[in-house]
């Protein structure tokens, strides 16, 4: 398994990012959250949820992490992203440390490019990086529909690095499972004539 499907685009790691004090991930970092972030992405199709994964980790620890659970919660806005941000925001509180501090030296590893919404909440959580699988064709706020994460126009939070690309024929495959089953969810408004 290992290196399989590697086509990774590092980005140069800024100074800004050094001056933040922290200590971007290696290729070792990489695989071992990534496999754990695929592993919740598989738990989500299990779920019969759209098939996205991701880990939040701050000085090798893991804070947050979580699955999509829009079905599930009938919650649009429960994207693995969010999910996994609201366990950063009780770590933080349960510690009394300011969430913006440690915001700025966690990674984000999600099996697919963030979201335009969840673009622009890791701009506002001061995130510098994340690592993300296969590209969001329909929804994604890191380039492929609107380049939240890099737009230095944009007076919102920060904008963010991304490493792309990672195991992205696996996060493919998976979003396509997942589009190919009936969404028990879906309303039912089309009378479907085979
Ligand atoms: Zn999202």
Request: with cysteine; glycine share 8%; proline share 4%.
């Amino acid at each position: 398994m290992r290196g399989r499907g590697l086509k990774i685009r590092m980005p140069s790691i800024g100074n800004d990012l050094v001056k933040q004090d922290f200590s971007p991930p290696n290729m070792d970092d990489i695989q071992r959250w990534m496999a754990a972030a695929f592993d919740l992405a598989t738990e989500a199709l299990e779920n019969g949820e759209v098939p996205v994964g991701c880990l939040m980790v701050y000085r090798n620890e893991v804070l947050g992490k979580g699955g999509n659970e829009v079905n599930d919660t009938k919650n649009a806005t429960r994207h693995a992203e969010m999910v996994a941000f609201d366990h950063v925001v009780e770590w933080c509180c349960s510690r009394d440390l300011n969430l913006n501090q440690v915001c700025a030296q966690t990674t984000l590893y999600v099996t697919v490019e963030p979201c335009i919404m969840c673009s622009s909440a890791l701009r506002l959580l001061n995130i510098p990086l994340i690592v993300y699988g296969c590209r969001n064709e329909r929804f994604g706020g890191c380039g492929s529909v609107l380049s939240i994460a890099s737009d230095d126009e944009l007076l919102t939070g920060s904008s963010f690095k991304c490493i792309s690309g990672y195991q992205a024929e696996e996060a493919v495959e998976m979003l396509k499972r997942f589009y190919k089953q009936e969404n028990p969810n879906a309303p039912k408004c089309k009378v479907r004539k085979v």
